[in-house]
T-cell receptor, first 114, second 115 residues
Framework: AQSVTQLGSHVSVSEGALVLLRCNYS??????LFWYVQYPNQGLQLLLK??????LVKGINGFEAEFKKSETSFHLTKPSAHMSDAAEYFC????????????FGKGTKLSVKP | EAGVTQFPSHSVIEKGQTVTLRCDPI?????LYWYRRVMGKEIKFLLH????????ESGMPNNRFLAERTGGTYSTLKVQPAELEDSGVYFC?????????????FGSGTRLTVV
């Protein structure tokens, strides 16, 4: 069965510092993996997705994630944090391919200090 | 194009009452999903419509929850009677049908508080 583990419910970085949000997955089949972001008082927005093409995936707002099969990881990174990146980030794996439902991690709240 | 619209954005009801949440997907999206996030827990899948048919309702917690999608357009999720543990944020998402559709578009959610 598929599952997702996000390490760290809260991460705090300084503005301009590297952002690293960790996600490990468990899947018995090649996974489709996603990162979503939820800004305060808004819905979930797709940041990026891995669908078995390139292992390094670039998303919106300067974020990227690397699929590492050997480590069953899909960590999210951004070289330089901005105050506007403060939000909650969710890693998810798709059950049953592109049309299937998603299994989410518990989420990681990112705080950015000036 | 308009996004996924959910209303109400907030609802506070008493235990035992009935509440109906509505989701309007993006026009032309055959897939419609409902998810829920209970306070402090993961976002969890409730059910999946393809057009007006329920493709997967394995996540529905119990028979107090009833989802419909009349005519394959908007969907409603009714909770009757509501219990305290039903409090949370209910998200709707939609996507087109097909093999190259990865990732949904989510609505802003309905925050339900049962008191």
């Amino acid at each position: 069965a598929q599952s997702v583990t996000q390490l760290g419910s809260h991460v705090s970085v300084s503005e301009g510092a590297l952002v690293l949000l960790r996600c490990n997955y468990s899947s018995s089949v090649p996974p489709y993996l996603f990162w979503y972001v939820q800004y305060p008082n808004q819905g979930l927005q797709l940041l990026l997705k891995y669908t078995s093409a390139a292992t390094l995936v670039k998303g919106i707002n300067g974020f990227e994630a690397e699929f590492k099969k050997s480590e069953t990881s899909f960590h999210l990174t951004k070289p330089s944090a901005h105050m506007s990146d403060a939000a909650e980030y969710f890693c998810a794996v798709s059950v049953g391919g592109s049309q299937g439902n998603l299994i989410f991690g518990k989420g990681t709240k990112l705080s950015v200090k000036p | 194009e308009a996004g996924v619209t959910q209303f109400p954005s907030h609802s506070v009801i008493e235990k035992g009452q009935t509440v109906t949440l509505r989701c309007d997907p993006i026009s032309g999206h055959d897939n419609l999903y409902w998810y829920r996030r209970v306070m402090g827990k993961e976002i969890k899948f409730l059910l999946h419509f393809v057009k007006e048919s329920k493709q997967d309702e394995s996540g529905m917690p119990n028979n107090r929850f009833l989802a419909e999608r009349t005519g394959g357009t908007y969907s409603t999720l009714k909770v009757q009677p509501a219990e305290l543990e039903d409090s949370g944020v209910y998200f709707c998402a939609s996507s087109p049908w097909g093999t190259d559709n990865y990732g949904y578009t989510f609505g802003s959610g309905t925050r339900l508080t049962v008191v």
